[in-house]
């Protein structure tokens, strides 16, 4: 529960916290006072009436003593008359009178009355005996004498003879034999039991004798002098008890004062002394002390809460005061802690000295770099634990600190310099320094910082040799071959010769794909290592990519450039690669370009460099090809390079179009699949069709024989339905595929989505591959025959007979047609060498269920030697030349070239 209590207390915000005890303590001190005030004021009250009732007490015990003595002295009287009386001669009360025997004389009138009553004689003052009366045995004072022997005290009566009121009393006579002989009566002055008495000199005092019977007897109060006024006489019995007071004055029953009474008996009598002091009186004192007190606790209360306000005010500044100095401590501990954390951590060394130049501080960073632990340098001269020499001079540099002393200084820029560790290591670093200033702006020290560079010019290095070196060989890459070339151009002088070689290793590819990359790799590691033994210091031998390599030679005549070229062609054709049990011959072809400065432009000089190569290759591989002027050879495979980028160009704009011609059926039956073949063209510039020879060998040199087949698929069966409307010819189209797209696995899905695209049955579609390209990748080209043949399209095998080893093929690919080489089509009717071999062919294409087309068709004689041969179809500029594929305007059915009957085998055997 405390600890509940204790977290809330903990919870409220400092300012609540100090509010909520001010608020206490406020509270504490008020009360305290309020109840000492309380308990000082009732000890008072308690005291004056006290002293109230003390003085009442006493008052009314003298009045009961006076009265008792006054009474005494009536019953003297009265037992004087009486002894007249009973002696036998009578008292003779007027001459008692006159002689003063009846006092208290003047106030007192006396009587005698026998035993019935009859008045005997009276004094001649009326009062004792009610004026005219001869009888009293029914007043009060005769009859109370019956039953006492002492004076009995009757109420009073007033008398209107004498104008005030008398206490009536009566003594009893009694015969010798002790009988009632009747009584001695009297009545005197009421006044007589309290005029005179004084209690204290206040006003409103009340004195008076009452009796059980609750009938003042006498009562006065200041000048007021009455008798026979009622009270309840019992409360006046109960108040003779001083034992159980009222603390409270009681308003008078009378004239409605508040008083303080006290009752005293008065002995032999049922009459009691009554003295009331009024509470205003007596009280007074207590009334100005209350008075006093209150106003005294007042202020106390209110100086309390202005202290409690005024304490609060200044605690809270205080404390606001104590809050801020804290915060600000905190402040600039945790700044402190942070430039400690900070210099701690950073990668840089920081030293910092005092006036005298001293070390001071030193982080870890900078213990590192110096080799000094910080306990070791501390108050060490700085140049004894920062040691710097110049980059390249490695002479010793100062700090320059001494500079900080003049006013104004300004730090000192970072500089290249080298750190002479402690242990006479070197580091590559960045120094600079700045004063430490106080607040006048003088140096009281000053902070040096080391910014380690060695990494960073390790790292630059790093990346300035990855991005001119090849990181298989460690020879310059292409681009760094470049600067060097470019230099080359520009800077040779203008007599001198220089040379740019290009070597291409020769099947290099077959390294790679029967022993893999990692293979490929070593074997260029070798080459490179066989290469960089034929060339000078200052020749420059790069890696331009793949199998690539070129050679620089500065400043070299062509004899020895060409020597150099044939040492390497050799080189290379002797070493003998080894890879896990199997061994390669390797060889490569070179081209050489000489050159003179400014002759060519960079790339022309790399294009024709390449190009020579390139020839090189052509030419059979592993040799040189010397470049000169003339060299139409290298002009030709510029060409290429230039059909290159016109072909990219196409392609992007559109600029190809679609052929078709038309392979006719020259046997019965065989006409439902005739079908044309679709050819592709080129729209040069000025609108002039440029037949495929042109450029499909710069395309497939350059990879973008892909690129072009798809999108004569596309463009084909995009217009396939308008050429099913319009044309005369049948809707079958036989499509070109080149060795590359044979080798792309997602070819089948292009085809699938065009297929599905133009809506074309694939049964429509024939696609014709070369011998060359199926055989080139065998079991690649078989994979996508079979691919798109379950799709539904047929294949025939193109050019059939150019290859070397066609028949082994032709076994095992899933064709449907075959294609007989127009190059024996073309002649045979008068080469029987031809002849046999287009008879070869169609027979045991036939004999394996498949169907021939004779192409180089030229002209009729050779379609009817085709059909008497058996050939299926034929195709040719003898059946008809290739037209665009959108022209179909014909308006007569094409000419069927089958007859009925075969004409005999015109060459057989
Ligand atoms: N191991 C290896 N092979 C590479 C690297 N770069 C390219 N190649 C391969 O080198 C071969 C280059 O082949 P080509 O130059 O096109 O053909 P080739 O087999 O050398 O035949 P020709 O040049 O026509 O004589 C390709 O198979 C590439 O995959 C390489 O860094 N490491």
Redesign the pocket.
């Known amino acids: 529960m405390f600890q509940r209590v204790h977290a809330h207390w903990r919870a409220l915000p400092a300012t609540a916290r100090l509010y909520v005890t001010a608020a206490s303590v406020a509270g504490a001190l008020l009360a305290a006072l309020g109840g000492g005030t309380w308990w000082m004021l009732e000890r008072a009250y308690a005291t004056s009436v006290q002293l109230a009732y003390s003085e009442v007490d006493a008052a009314s015990q003298r009045l009961s003593d006076r009265v008792q003595r006054l009474f005494d002295q009536l019953n003297q009287t009265a037992s004087l008359v009486k002894h007249y009386q009973e002696s036998g001669g009578g008292a003779d009360l007027v001459a008692m009178e006159k002689n003063g025997l009846l006092v208290p004389a003047g106030r007192l009138s006396m009587a005698l009355a026998d035993q019935t009553g009859q008045v005997l004689g009276m004094t001649e003052a009326q009062g004792a005996v009610p004026a005219g009366a001869k009888h009293v045995a029914d007043r009060q004072h005769f009859q109370g004498s019956w039953t006492r022997t002492d004076l009995a005290i009757a109420q009073p009566v007033y008398s209107d003879v004498l104008k005030r009121w008398l206490v009536p009393g009566g003594k009893q006579l009694q015969h010798p034999n002790g009988k009632f002989a009747g009584a001695v009566l009297l009545a005197f002055d009421a006044a007589l039991l309290t005029e005179g008495f004084t209690v204290n000199d206040s006003p409103g005092n009340a004195v008076g004798v009452v009796g059980a019977d609750g009938i003042f007897r006498s009562r006065r109060s200041d000048d007021r002098q009455s008798a026979g006024d009622q009270v309840d006489g019992d409360q006046i019995v109960r108040a003779v008890d001083r034992t159980d007071r009222s603390m409270k004055p009681a308003a008078s029953a009378i004239d409605g004062i508040v008083r303080f009474r006290s009752v005293t008996p008065i002995p032999g009598h049922d009459l009691y002394a009554v003295v009331a002091v009024p509470a205003s009186t007596s009280m007074a004192g207590y009334y100005a002390l209350r008075t006093k007190t209150l106003a005294t606790a007042a202020f106390g209360a209110l100086l309390i809460l202005f202290m409690t306000w005024v304490l609060s005010r200044q605690s809270l500044r205080l404390r606001r005061t104590v809050m801020q100095k804290e915060q600000a401590e905190l402040r600039v501990y945790h700044e402190k802690e942070m430039l400690e954390v900070t210099l701690r951590s950073i990668v840089d060394g920081v030293a910092t000295t005092n006036h005298l130049g001293r070390i001071t501080y030193l982080n870890p960073a900078a213990e590192a770099m110096t080799g000094w632990p910080a306990a070791q340098a501390i108050g060490k001269p700085v140049s004894e634990v920062i040691c710097l020499t110049h980059t390249h001079t490695r002479e010793r540099l100062g700090l320059g600190l001494n500079e900080f002393a003049r006013p104004g200084a300004q730090p000192r820029p970072a500089r290249d310099s080298v750190l002479v560790q402690r242990d006479g290591a070197h580091r590559s670093i960045e120094d600079s320094a700045a004063p430490i200033l106080n607040r006048n702006g003088m140096a009281v020290g000053a902070v040096l910082v080391l910014h380690d560079v060695s990494p960073a010019k390790k790292l630059a290095a790093e990346m300035s040799y990855q991005a001119s070196h090849d990181l ?1 060989t460690g020879l310059l890459n292409r681009a760094a071959f470049e600067v060097r070339l470019d230099a080359a151009i520009t800077t040779q002088d203008l007599d001198e010769t220089g040379v740019v070689m290009f070597l ?7 390294v ?2 029967t022993c893999g ?1 990692v293979a ?2 070593q074997l ?1 590691k070798q080459v490179t290592a066989l290469l960089m033994q034929e060339i000078r210091k200052q020749d420059t031998l790069a890696r331009l ?4 390599f070129a050679v620089l030679l500065e400043a070299c005549p062509m004899e020895p450039a060409l020597r150099v070229a044939e040492a390497m062609r050799r080189r290379i054709s002797e070493l003998q690669f080894s890879w896990e049990g199997r061994s390669f011959q390797l060889t490569v ?1 070179v081209g050489v370009v000489p050159f003179k400065a400014h002759q060519y432009t960079r790339s022309d000089l790399l294009r024709v460099a390449d190009s020579s190569c390139y020839v090189a ?1 052509e030419a059979g ?1 592993n040799r040189v090809h010397v470049y000169d002027e003339a060299d139409t050879a290298v002009a030709t495979r510029n060409d290429e390079l230039d059909w290159y980028s016109r072909l990219q160009k196409a392609l992007t704009e559109d600029r190809f179009v679609l052929y078709a011609q038309r392979i006719a059926s020259i046997q019965e039956g065989a006409g439902g699949h005739e079908s044309v073949e679709v050819l592709i063209r080129l729209r040069d510039d000025e609108g002039k069709i440029v037949a495929p020879i042109a450029f499909i060998p710069a395309a497939e040199r350059y990879g973008l024989m892909p690129q072009i087949d798809r999108w004569v698929i596309s463009k084909a069966l995009a217009m396939h339905a308008g050429f099913a409307r319009h044309s005369t010819l049948p809707a079958r189209f036989s499509i070109n595929l080149s060795g590359a797209s044979m080798a792309d696995p997602t070819l089948v899905d292009f085809v699938r989505e065009q297929l599905a695209i133009h809506r074309v049955s694939p049964e429509l579609i024939c696609f014709e591959i070369t011998e060359t390209a199926a055989v080139a990748s065998f079991d690649v080209a078989v994979q996508m025959i079979n691919r798109l043949r379950e799709l539904g399209c047929r294949f025939a095998l193109d050019d059939f007979g150019a290859g070397m080893s066609s028949f082994t093929y032709l076994k095992r690919l899933p064709v449907d047609y075959v294609k007989i080489d127009g190059a024996f089509v073309k002649d045979m009717a008068k080469d029987a060498v031809d002849f046999a071999m287009v008879e070869a062919i169609h027979n045991v294409a036939h004999r394996m269920g498949l169907r021939t087309v004779a192409e180089f068709v030229q002209n009729d004689v050779t379609i009817e030697m085709l059909r008497g041969l058996g050939v299926d179809y034929v195709q040719g500029y003898g059946v008809e030349k290739p037209r665009p594929l959108d022209d179909a305007t014909r308006s007569e059915p094409p000419p069927s070239f089958v007859k009925p009957m075969a004409l005999p085998k015109l060459m057989a055997a």
Do not use: I, P, T, W
Request: aromatic fraction near 4%.
């Open positions: 298989l291409d290793l020769d099947q290099f590819k077959v790679n794909d990359h490929g790799d260029l990519g793949g199998d690539e072809s290759k591989r």
